[in-house]
Each structure stands twice: as structure tokens, then as C-alpha cells.
């Protein structure tokens, strides 16, 4: 079983358009967590942490729910430049090791 | 935050000859990371560098494969050994100050082996 996984997509929707995914994780004792955010051909970005209250950035809000094990981001009125891979990342033991998921791919069209 | 480089960015090599990556950071930071990115794959982690000492490497990979260098805290290099066809793969250095701090990434090396 992998250690985090993600609806591989792909995701096409409009722009102006909310897009929501999720990301499970296997590991109950896991700390961290967070979504970066990956263009074609180019190495991954930090997007946000994920806290354990919900947190939003601008349009992007992500959500932790433990007892469930899983992870999500919500795009809100999405844009042309939203089009990514967006990878969930979690950290299961403080000691700065990151476990990737394979990614969820979005395309935003005009 | 750290900028991170990476040479060469992309390389084609033939079977059985080895690479060398190198990964330079701007700023001092504590842990280095190498990763490999196949082709529609997520990252896959080969080992942590640690400065001064033998890296760690996860399982599935090993050092006579992968020997990786840290001979100080902003530079670090990654060799990919006896090259074979399936070591084609996009291979990442990253950085990072601390377990609760940012992970940075460089930009990759893209790496094809014939």
C-alpha cells in the first residue's frame, strides 16, 4: 500500500470554476503536511502547509482530517495558471523525510 | 528561503558510463536531499546527504549505485553509477533548514540513458 495517495486526475474545468481533491495517508502518526504544487517539466513548489484547523491562502484552502487520514485542497474561482500537477506531501516523523503522492493533475480552460 | 541549482540540467549518456550530479545551495542548511522522478511518477526518495559522513539511503537504493558527497553544508553531489536504460529519470536535489521548515527543491537534472 502506498504510503500517501491522490486521485490522479486529470481535473479539466473552466476557469472560474472551483476544483476540489483529495489525498489519503497511511500513516496515522504522521505530523506534517502539505500541498506543492508542480508545473510540467519544472521541480515541485511549496503551495501551503496544511493545519490541523484548515487554512486558506487567497483562493486555496486546504483541510486535515485526522480521523479519516486524508488531506484536501479546494481551488476557488480558478485561473488559467492554476493548470499544475498538485502534489500532497506528508511528513510521518519529524525527521524531515517528505512522502510524495504520484500527484493530481488540473487543467484549467478558457 | 534557499535557491538551489543543479548541473548538469539534462544529460544523455550511454549505457554503462556514470554521472555526476551537482546540487548547490545558496544559504547553509541542515539536511540534503536526493530524489528520483520517473517519467508520470512522483518523487521517490534516495537517500538523505549528511554533511561530513555517509549518506543514508532508503531501501531499494544503495550506495556502490548511488555514492553521494557532503563535503560541506551548501553542496552536495549525486553519481548514478553503471548507467543502465532505466536510470532515465528526472533527479532532484532539496534542501531544507529543519523538520517543520520548507522543503526547497532545484530545478532538476533530466537525465537519458541510451
Known amino acids: 500500500r502506498k504510503e500517501v495517495e491522490q486521485d490522479p486526475g486529470p481535473f479539466n474545468v473552466p476557469e472560474g470554476a472551483t476544483v476540489a481533491f483529495n489525498c489519503t495517508y497511511s500513516n496515522s502518526a504522521s505530523q506534517s503536511f502539505f500541498w506543492y504544487r508542480q508545473d510540467c517539466r519544472k521541480e515541485p513548489k511549496l503551495l501551503m502547509s496544511v493545519y490541523s484547523s484548515g487554512n486558506e491562502d487567497g483562493r486555496f484552502t486546504a483541510q486535515l482530517n485526522r480521523a479519516s487520514q486524508y488531506i484536501s485542497l479546494l481551488i476557488r474561482d480558478s485561473k488559467l495558471s492554476d493548470s499544475a500537477t498538485y502534489l500532497c506531501v506528508v511528513n510521518e516523523g519529524g525527521d524531515y523525510k517528505l512522502s510524495f503522492g504520484a500527484g493530481t493533475t488540473v487543467t484549467v480552460r478558457a | 528561503s534557499a535557491v538551489i541549482s543543479q548541473k548538469p540540467s539534462r544529460d544523455i549518456c550511454q549505457r554503462g558510463t556514470s554521472l555526476t550530479i551537482q546540487c548547490q545551495v545558496d544559504s547553509q542548511v541542515t539536511m540534503m536531499f536526493w530524489y528520483r522522478q520517473q517519467p508520470g511518477q512522483s518523487l521517490t526518495l534516495i537517500a538523505t546527504?549528511?554533511?561530513?559522513?555517509?549518506?543514508?539511503?532508503e531501501s531499494g537504493f544503495v550506495i556502490d549505485k548511488f555514492p553521494i558527497s557532503r563535503p560541506n553544508l551548501t553542496f552536495s553531489t549525486l553519481t548514478v553509477s553503471n548507467m543502465s536504460p532505466e536510470d532515465s529519470s528526472i533527479y532532484l536535489c532539496?534542501?531544507?533548514?529543519?523538520?517543520?521548515?520548507?522543503?526547497?527543491f532545484g530545478p532538476g537534472t533530466r537525465l537519458t540513458v541510451l
Open positions: 546527504a549528511n554533511q561530513g559522513s555517509e549518506a543514508t539511503y
Open positions: 532539496s534542501a531544507t533548514g529543519g523538520p517543520t521548515d520548507t522543503q526547497y
